[in-house]
């Protein structure tokens, strides 16, 4: 079972780091075999990766334990998505006459009979059932020996090199008897990609704080850099200015002010918003609620927050920080991030963390299926994902995404820190230049990254695709230099690359309904090192404040210098999980504005663009260049260690190399239709 990876860049050096259902999945193919004529093949069982070419001996696999959760189909699946559809787009007939969570399972959740039959076939195959789980997104768990699996799922498990190791993979997709193929939706657990080691026994410690080093700005624009703080050492300008020292971290406030938030009078009271990470931080109310406090805005009120923990810290798996690792304690700092951004722009609005017991991909599904079969929130963010082909189990995915639509339920993922996960030059852990998941789901809103630049009145001044390139500061006796004469040829691009926003093209996807007549079919049908006549889904949707250079004040309980005992921190964040849970606090905003739910989003948000001339919902957002900033940074910035290490950062370069998302007039692959502008109003006035 894979794992997924949080998607937020600190403030260092370097970054972290269809609606007409006609939109159908196209499939990778995988390894071609012979599948007997009463066996049916299932799809996204053989991990892309797994190659000939990887394959490290023809001898098969044939040792060892394997547990997989057969994830079971949704009843009238084609129903299902149709309805999502039809109660997700205004004009339709059927907008917003959601199902109850209870409605959904009844008519298009697994039922028993199903659980049954699967269970029956499994016991027949010598395997045990370990587990049943009821529900949408429900499975049955099944263990073995690797030679029973194999033998259950018609597949030859062989030995492949993956990213330094060697890991088990079904070398063909895995196949199940006719007779209950239809009641499979997806099988995880077959290739053992990363390993879940034994529970924790207690909760780990927090991480340490990042001190941000001096000198840096309240607002953009505020100081100039012209000298190193604490030394004699100039900096030099650049097209013969002094450039902007970075910002400190905005504040909620500026945020509400930059996207016209506050003007709108609305704060997201009556609605829940769910945030789902994994792991649960155990200072996570008092920190947001001192955050509140010290950035002028109100504490959460009793009742207000509530948590989910589906299981106890006993049975939380973590694989520490290595390889393939959870590193639990550090997604405290993704939780605090999401909360109070979800906070910050809806101050109102009820909060429900729901925390999964890993990081991997199945545990994080379950969280997703826990809010959709309790009906949790009307809005749920999610900063985390992977590479597409790094997951198995995309149809359970998509099956709780419309289960979720169905009852009113919309999803927002951030698209990435890494561009187009190109492995030459962006994401070394993806084998091939590719969009990440879920956020490339059409039925979830993908929210991609910007660098904003907010005035001394919160005002919004200009905005552009996140990407930065550094250009370090040097020194000699003849004085100080940047490494590179601005803004650089394409090797320094590619040298000094630090991070993007997520985009591009799904080759997976066919493209939603609600995509057409504004993403271009030229940029629709260009996927990843080609071309197709079929037009694909492209992301992100929409985009909202991400670099970490004009980032988020965030506020956690940490570690200081040299492990001094934890006390309450402010620090500077950014990355597209900064955008996600921003953007679904607005979402808050906008469905208070409305008065009624407004559920998957992205029929709306595309209509709106269509018709932008109302209000004016979203700022096109489009690639500024000659942007730079300069910022320093602690030697360690974990304990405040000098000297400081000085860069401009020349912003608005989304991705390197061949895999580059430019922002463009119109919609495009690096910042979606764009970022909020009056959004709340004209969401008010198009559907009010």
Same mark, same amino acid.
């Given at each position: 079972?894979?794992?997924?990876? %949080?998607?937020?860049?600190?403030?260092?050096?370097?970054?972290?780091?269809?609606?007409?259902?006609? *939109? =159908?999945?196209?499939?990778?193919?995988?390894?071609?075999?012979?599948?007997?004529?009463?066996?049916?093949?299932?799809?996204?069982?053989?991990?892309?990766?797994?190659?000939?070419?990887?394959?490290?001996?023809?001898?098969?696999?044939?040792?060892?334990?394997?547990?997989?959760?057969? &994830?079971?189909? =949704?009843?009238?699946?084609?129903?299902?998505?149709?309805?999502?559809?039809?109660?997700?787009?205004?004009?339709?007939?059927?907008?917003?006459?959601?199902?109850?969570?209870?409605?959904?399972?009844?008519? &298009?959740?697994?039922?028993?009979?199903?659980?049954?039959?699967?269970?029956?076939?499994?016991?027949?195959?010598?395997?045990?059932?370990?587990?049943?789980?009821? #529900?949408?997104?429900?499975?049955?768990?099944?263990?073995?020996?690797?030679?029973?699996?194999?033998?259950?799922?018609?597949?030859?498990?062989?030995?492949?090199?993956?990213? #330094?190791?060697?890991?088990?993979?079904?070398?063909?997709?895995?196949?199940?008897?006719?007779?209950?193929?239809?009641?499979?939706?997806?099988?995880?657990?077959?290739?053992?990609?990363?390993?879940?080691?034994?529970?924790?026994?207690?909760?780990?410690?927090?991480?340490?704080?990042?001190?941000?080093?001096?000198?840096?700005?309240?607002?953009?624009?505020?100081?100039?850099?012209?000298?190193?703080?604490?030394?004699?050492?100039?900096?030099?300008?650049?097209?013969?200015?002094?450039?902007?020292?970075?910002?400190?971290?905005?504040?909620?406030?500026?945020? %509400?002010?930059?996207?016209?938030?506050?003007?709108?009078?609305?704060?997201?009271?009556?609605?829940?918003?769910?945030?789902?990470?994994?792991?649960?931080?155990?200072?996570?109310?008092?920190?947001?609620?001192?955050?509140?406090?010290?950035?002028?805005?109100?504490?959460?009120?009793?009742?207000?927050?509530?948590?989910?923990?589906?299981?106890?810290?006993?049975?939380?798996?973590?694989?520490?920080?290595?390889? #393939?690792?959870?590193?639990?304690?550090?997604?405290?700092?993704?939780?605090?991030?999401?909360?109070?951004?979800?906070?910050?722009?809806?101050?109102?609005?009820?909060?429900?963390?729901?925390?999964?017991?890993?990081?991997?991909?199945?545990?994080?599904?379950?969280?997703?299926?826990?809010?959709?079969?309790?009906?949790?929130?009307?809005?749920?963010?999610?900063?985390?994902?992977?590479?597409?082909?790094? =997951?198995?189990?995309?149809?359970?995915?998509?099956?709780?995404?419309?289960? *979720?639509?169905?009852?009113?339920?919309?999803?927002?993922?951030?698209?990435?820190?890494?561009? &187009?996960?190109?492995?030459?030059?962006?994401?070394?852990?993806?084998?091939?230049?590719?969009?990440?998941?879920?956020?490339?789901?059409?039925?979830?809103?993908?929210?991609?990254?910007?660098?904003?630049?907010?005035?001394?009145?919160?005002?919004?001044?200009?905005?552009?695709?996140?990407?930065?390139?550094? @250009?370090?500061?040097?020194?000699?006796?003849?004085?100080?230099?940047?490494?590179?004469?601005?803004?650089?040829?394409?090797?320094?691009?590619?040298?000094?690359?630090?991070?993007?926003?997520?985009?591009?093209?799904?080759?997976?996807?066919?493209?939603?309904?609600?995509? %057409?007549?504004?993403?271009?079919?030229?940029?629709?049908?260009?996927?990843?090192?080609?071309?197709?006549?079929?037009?694909?889904?492209?992301?992100?949707?929409?985009?909202?404040?991400?670099?970490?250079?004009?980032?988020?004040?965030?506020?956690?309980?940490?570690?200081?210098?040299?492990?001094?005992?934890?006390?309450?921190?402010?620090?500077?964040?950014?990355?597209?999980?900064?955008?996600?849970?921003?953007?679904?606090?607005?979402?808050?905003?906008?469905?208070?504005?409305?008065?009624?739910?407004?559920?998957?989003?992205?029929?709306?948000?595309?209509?709106?663009?269509?018709?932008?001339?109302?209000?004016?919902?979203?700022?096109?957002?489009?690639?500024?260049?000659?942007?730079?900033?300069?910022?320093?940074? &602690?030697?360690?910035?974990?304990?405040?260690?000098?000297?400081?290490?000085?860069?401009? %950062?020349?912003?608005?370069?989304?991705?390197?190399?061949?895999?580059?998302?430019?922002?463009?007039?119109?919609? @495009?692959?690096?910042?979606?239709?764009?970022?909020?502008?009056?959004?709340?109003?004209?969401?008010?006035?198009?559907?009010?």
């Amino acid at each position: 079972m894979t794992h997924v990876t %949080r998607l937020r860049a600190i403030a260092a050096a370097g970054a972290a780091s269809l609606l007409v259902v006609g *939109g =159908s999945l196209a499939t990778a193919t995988a390894a071609s075999a012979k599948v007997d004529p009463g066996r049916r093949s299932i799809d996204g069982t053989h991990p892309a990766w797994a190659t000939s070419k990887a394959l490290v001996s023809s001898k098969p696999v044939t040792t060892g334990t394997v547990t997989a959760n057969v &994830y079971l189909a =949704s009843r009238n699946a084609s129903g299902l998505a149709t309805f999502a559809a039809a109660v997700s787009t205004p004009g339709s007939a059927q907008y917003r006459h959601f199902m109850s969570a209870a409605q959904v399972q009844a008519q &298009y959740g697994p039922d028993a009979s199903e659980a049954q039959a699967v269970s029956q076939w499994a016991t027949g195959q010598h395997l045990s059932v370990a587990e049943v789980v009821p #529900g949408i997104g429900g499975y049955v768990q099944v263990t073995g020996s690797a030679t029973a699996i194999a033998t259950a799922f018609g597949v030859t498990f062989g030995s492949y090199r993956l990213q #330094g190791g060697t890991v088990r993979a079904p070398e063909a997709a895995a196949s199940l008897p006719a007779s209950i193929a239809g009641d499979v939706a997806a099988v995880s657990g077959l290739d053992s990609a990363t390993h879940l080691m034994k529970p924790a026994d207690k909760l780990p410690p927090p991480p340490q704080n990042y001190f941000v080093a001096p000198d840096c700005s309240q607002y953009y624009g505020q100081k100039l850099a012209t000298q190193v703080p604490g030394t004699s050492t100039a900096i030099p300008p650049v097209d013969g200015k002094a450039q902007p020292w970075t910002n400190c971290g905005y504040t909620p406030a500026q945020i %509400r002010g930059a996207y016209h938030v506050g003007a709108s009078g609305e704060t997201g009271k009556g609605v829940t918003v769910a945030v789902v990470d994994a792991y649960a931080s155990p200072t996570m109310l008092a920190d947001a609620n001192q955050y509140a406090k010290v950035t002028g805005d109100k504490p959460f009120a009793a009742g207000q927050y509530n948590q989910v923990l589906l299981g106890d810290k006993t049975h939380w798996t973590n694989t520490g920080t290595g390889t #393939g690792g959870c590193d639990a304690s550090g997604w405290y700092g993704e939780e605090s991030l999401d909360v109070e951004s979800v906070h910050g722009m809806a101050p109102d609005a009820h909060v429900t963390y729901v925390g999964a017991v890993s990081c991997y991909d199945n545990d994080l599904l379950a969280a997703l299926s826990y809010i959709v079969n309790h009906h949790s929130a009307s809005i749920v963010t999610d900063s985390w994902g992977e590479p597409y082909d790094g =997951s198995t189990t995309q149809a359970a995915y998509d099956a709780i995404f419309q289960a *979720g639509a169905a009852e009113g339920i919309g999803f927002f993922f951030s698209t990435g820190d890494s561009g &187009y996960e190109d492995p030459a030059y962006e994401d070394g852990g993806s084998d091939q230049i590719q969009v990440d998941y879920p956020t490339s789901s059409p039925w979830v809103t993908a929210v991609g990254g910007t660098s904003l630049a907010i005035g001394k009145a919160n005002n919004y001044q200009f905005e552009t695709a996140w990407g930065t390139v550094l @250009d370090p500061l040097t020194t000699s006796s003849s004085g100080s230099a940047w490494g590179f004469t601005p803004p650089g040829t394409s090797s320094d691009v590619v040298n000094w690359y630090d991070g993007s926003g997520g985009g591009g093209v799904s080759t997976a996807y066919a493209q939603p309904s609600y995509q %057409r007549g504004v993403v271009p079919s030229s940029l629709a049908t260009q996927v990843p090192e080609g071309s197709t006549t079929t037009p694909m889904r492209v992301i992100p949707d929409v985009s909202a404040l991400a670099d970490p250079s004009t980032g988020f004040l965030v506020g956690e309980t940490l570690f200081g210098p040299n492990n001094s005992p934890e006390r309450f921190y402010l620090s500077r964040i950014g990355g597209t999980s900064l955008a996600s849970p921003t953007f679904a606090g607005i979402e808050a905003d906008a469905q208070q504005a409305a008065g009624f739910a407004l559920g998957f989003a992205n029929p709306a948000i595309y209509l709106l663009d269509r018709a932008n001339g109302i209000d004016h919902a979203f700022n096109d957002v489009v690639n500024h260049t000659g942007v730079y900033e300069v910022r320093s940074n &602690y030697t360690d910035p974990y304990n405040e260690t000098l000297p400081l290490v000085t860069y401009l %950062r020349d912003l608005g370069i989304n991705g390197t190399g061949a895999s580059a998302l430019v922002a463009t007039r119109g919609y @495009d692959d690096a910042t979606g239709v764009g970022s909020p502008d009056r959004y709340i109003q004209a969401f008010q006035q198009l559907v009010g």
